[in-house]
């Protein structure tokens, strides 16, 4: 198999967007690819066999280019190409060329959010919502195909928190800040082994261009409550100097409106439960940092620094009324809890990293330097009431105030060397990381009766864990002119230590694992391509999954940590078949051990409940998906995306003997109508069907959005308006059912949003090399909570 690369050379970064370069058979007049220039101009033509071809360059602005008979018996380099533009183009000519907001490969799914209109009023956690295969559960706890576990990562750099906090995180990445999402299920071996269900990247848009030049952005949202959203990327690049960075501020306002039924029950036989109304407010502002630089120390040396900062304060404020009821299901009286949370999060990281090109075949070697503080403070207030059936008091009121604070240090090295083996063929990669994380947690809350604080120490908590996270990697990988291999085989050593100073409970943990990746990619004919994965993958307790204490919720509900739940390890298998190029099919199966669910269990004190985590013995997964593009014209542009899978829990939890297992269909739809060069409309849907997620079954649930787009100032500038959730239909139904348990409840937000934005983009047209760099701690920051 041989290549096939040129560059447009006279071209400045706006021409190239609209220009399709395809390559066709010389005997039959075939198209074999396509592929578009780079914002430098560069196109390739990968694994394409020995034969007689032309290369044909398309566009609108540009006559249309035809190479000389190119036989093909090694990689052939066109060199540089000069378009002409036609007679009735302008001197300069700005044309928008919109690749399809959905795109398919064998190892991932990649959304091209710059391509979709209906990403203006949308943040990270909207656009991944809409993902296909993707689920964000009641909790917006992120699933993949099904199943939890997912690792979440910005530019190459793992998010460092999980659960509700990485659900606020998401909300603050505006969608105009986004080029793309990147879902990938089979990583190979240079990535952390975390993450048993795949990996989702997050990548920012880059400032490419010499000089001074950026985007500004401003969004209006209205639901029940408004949204405000400004951001700003600035990029300048000055000789071997690059500078960039970038600001989001927040505003976002949003509700959880929350009803649910609890029943406790002894040999099949009601004996009492609780009735729930709860209401949660949110009041956030997020402010979300990106400084960075590149210097080119000479042609073959660069050197770099990142810092990211994350501040985000507000309040969330609760309201919680409850009905206690008895086995006949008569009222036994009420309680009413209020809280006041009001979180400040200082989440501060920087890189350094250096990468050495040592020769013109690719050997390079890069380091990698990471240290981040993750610091969390905040006041807690709760005040519940109680009352008889007749409203008269019948209970002293129950205040707590809680003092929160935590702090997470990771310190990380990663270094990587790359080389092509000339006399074999192929290329290797080799890496080792190392990684030490030290998180303390001191939480205090104290009773206030007759206004005098005492301290609650079953609330209160002071917790330090220590990890030492060791890992070598060796992958390689080889292509034939029909077969391409990738072998790759990772080492992780893992050493933690955590002590509940409270209560002087204390654990450790050491183990030394194994994780090989394999891949096969073959040829069958022109039109139709085999790939085969199979990968190992460890899914790590968080930290605060791991810390042993209570947290208080109401007088009847509250969490804990679990220091015995032990990794999650899933082995996949994913066969996938493409067919001209743009028909996928996958099927893929998978067997995960220790799985870790999130459980609500009857408590020890009478009509409460305990969330924590816990391992179930066993979890198989199988999955078939496909994908169809679908072009009507130059009007209609349509990327529908089915998937089935089929998810098997095995073990016993709580006393119950776990067994759900049901076939689940995903339906996503994407449609872009172009009523002319500065006018589009998108229409999205999506359908899931009734789903375990664990023990939590869920009922169908479905939604649609529309969005509009009208470009202006030639197109350096546009207004969109975008309604998210149009009939108001994404809202959540579902049950618990354990022995002795059973929980049903319905969700809803603030999910029909109205935006309406307004975009700039501003600076030179020269075309210049901005690297992406990411760091060394991902994994552990993905962690942190």
Known sequence: MFEITGQLSNLKPDQLSGISVNLIKAETKKLVKIEFPDTAGKFIFNQI???????????????????????????????????????????????????????????????????????????????????????????????????????????????PISGQELSTILKSISGDQIDRIELITSPSAKYDASGN???????????????????????????????????????????????FGSYTYSLNND?????????????????????????????????????????NISENVIVGFIANGIFIAGELGSNSKAQSFDANQNSTGYFNTTGILQPVRNNESINFNYKHTLDKEGQSISLDLDYADYGAIGLQDYLTTYSDNNGIKNKDDYILHGDLNGDLKIKSFKSDYSKKLKSLDIKLDLGLKSSFVTTKDNIAFYNLVN??????????????????????????????EKINA????????????????????QFERKYLQLFPSIQFGYNLSKVHELNIALTRRINRPTYQQLNPFKVFLDPLTSSTGNPLLNPEITTSFELSHTWGGKYLTKFGYSITTDKILSILSPDVKPSSIIQTGRNLARYDYYTL?????????????????????????????ANTDIGNNRVTFSLTSTNMITFNSNTSLEINGKYDSRRYYGIMDIKPTWYTGLAIQRQILAKKASLKLNITDVFYTRKTNASNILTGYTEFFRQKGDSRVGTFSFSYKFGSNKSSNTKKQTGGAEDEKRRAN
């Open 451 to 480: 206004k005098t604080s005492t301290l609650d120490v079953d609330k209160s908590n002071n917790f330090n864990y220590k990890e030492w996270i060791n890992a070598i990697y060796i992958n390689a990988s080889k292509k034939w």
């Open 486 to 505: 990738q072998f790759g085989l990772r080492l992780e050593r893992t050493q933690a230590e955590g002590i509940q100073l409270t209560n002087l409970s």
């Open 255 to 295: 509700f959880v409106d929350l009803a649910m039924q609890r029943f406790f029950s002894a040999a099949g036989t009601i004996t009492g439960g609780n009735s729930y109304q709860n209401y949660f407010k949110m009041n956030m502002n997020n402010h979300n940092v990106r400084l960075g630089g590149d210097l």
């Open 197 to 243: 269900s795949g990996i989702i990247d997050i990548r920012l848009k880059k400032g490419l261009k010499e000089g001074l030049n950026g985007n500004l952005a401003v969004s209006f949202g209205q639901g029940v409550y408004n949204k405000v959203n400004p951001s700003a990327n600035v990029n300048l690049k000055i000789g071997k100097l690059n500078l």
């Open 625 to 653: 998906s496909f994908s169809a593009p679908i072009t009507i014209g130059k009007w209609l542009t349509s990327n529908v995306n089915a998937l089935v899978y089929y998810g098997k829990y095995s073990g016993n939890i």
């Open 49 to 159: 066999e020995k034969g007689n071809y032309h290369v044909v360059v398309k566009s609108l602005a540009f006559k249309n280019y035809e190479s000389n008979l190119i036989v093909l018996t090694q990689n052939f380099n066109l060199g540089d190409l000069h378009l002409v533009a036609k007679v009735h183009a302008l001197d300069e000519v700005n044309i928008v060329g919109n690749k399809p907001f959905i795109q398919q490969q064998h190892d991932k799914t990649v959304l091209n959010v710059a391509s979709s209109i209906a990403a203006t009023g949308s943040n990270a956690l909207d656009l991944l919502s809409k993902a296909p295969g993707v689920n964000v559960d009641p909790s917006e706890n992120i699933s993949m195909r099904g199943k939890p576990g997912v690792l979440v990562m910005v530019d190459g750099k793992l998010l």
